[in-house]
């Protein structure tokens, strides 16, 4: 009956290629483990944040890899063995046969583990998927930052897939606010970053500015600096940056995170388009 479940889930996606096969499977066992999660108490300290948040609770088109967490409030005891646990008998209970590694250390605030499986897409009925080649096993990165920034909120989404129940979640303007962030600092350019930016912009949402101020302060070329992150701060520094980067190879780092049907719009990115988005932030 689990595996049914999990079957009926992949069939819903009418999945166009083995990529596209690949990465549902992939969300599916991400559902899994958020609602293994959620009967847990781990969400009465954790709340889920990242692409994959947004993609699975507020629409994104774009799949996405990881679990990212922030604890609500900061904990350098915190455990995430005995969650993990948890997860790896539910899991189990809808047909995988998972490996899940705690890769945590004492004196690092991020908390990571990683889940490997595969055993599912073995008793699947795949259309695309394995039929070229072993298929590969899915590989998910779990991170908790037990130390995170100030200022972020939070609010309850539920899942109705495999089960009805209940996540805590960023809200949009701070999960904003984390991207904003990583667009600012992060030391290479990652074309989902800026897919998401397209997204966040599309939507006229407004950051969470005093978060992103913390992010900024704890981490980054202006770490430990009181600078006053507002709207047109932001501007001015995205700009710089949108103007420096080759467009046509962002777009590498994205394209196969996208279904096929929205690949043509990907040759749109340009210098033009980002400056044209970024003006509806004001």
């Not at 930052?145 to 897939?161: A, H």
């Not at 997204?199 to 980054?220: C, D, E, H, V």
């Not at 501007?235 to 690949?263: C, G, N, P, S, Y």
């Amino acid at each position: 009956m689990s595996i049914k479940l999990i079957q009926e889930r992949l069939n819903s996606y009418n999945c166009k290629s083995e990529l596209e096969e690949e990465h549902v499977i992939r969300e599916i066992t991400q559902e899994v483990a958020l609602a293994a999660l959620s009967r847990t108490d781990f969400f009465k300290y954790g709340v889920f944040q990242g692409g994959t948040c947004l993609r699975i609770f507020y629409g994104l088109n774009r799949f996405s890899e990881d679990l990212d967490f922030i604890l609500k409030q900061p904990d350098s005891n915190f455990k995430l063995q005995q969650h993990l646990q948890s997860l790896s008998e539910e899991l189990e209970a809808y047909g995988y046969k998972v490996d899940i590694t705690d890769r945590s250390k004492t004196d690092i605030a991020v908390k990571k583990a990683f889940l490997k499986d595969d055993s599912i897409g073995k008793v699947l009925q795949l259309n695309h998927a394995g039929k070229t080649g072993p298929i590969r096993k899915i590989r998910i990165k779990f991170e908790v930052d037990t130390n995170p920034p100030i200022g972020s909120q939070s609010e309850i989404k539920y899942l109705d897939f495999p089960f009805v129940s209940s996540v805590a979640v960023q809200d949009k303007p701070s999960l904003f606010a984390g991207k904003l962030h990583a667009l600012l600092c992060r030391e290479y350019v990652k074309g989902r970053d800026w897919y998401d930016f397209l997204w966040y912009t599309s939507q006229r949402i407004m950051a969470n500015y005093p978060f992103l101020a913390s992010a900024l302060k704890q981490q980054g070329p202006w770490k430990g600096q009181d600078i006053d992150v507002n709207l047109e701060w932001c501007l001015t520094e995205l700009e710089k940056i949108i103007k420096m980067i080759d467009w046509k190879m962002t777009t590498e780092d994205v394209r196969r995170f996208v279904r096929t049907a929205e690949q043509p719009s990907l040759d749109l990115w340009s210098r033009d388009l980002f400056l044209t988005q970024l003006e509806k932030m004001k």
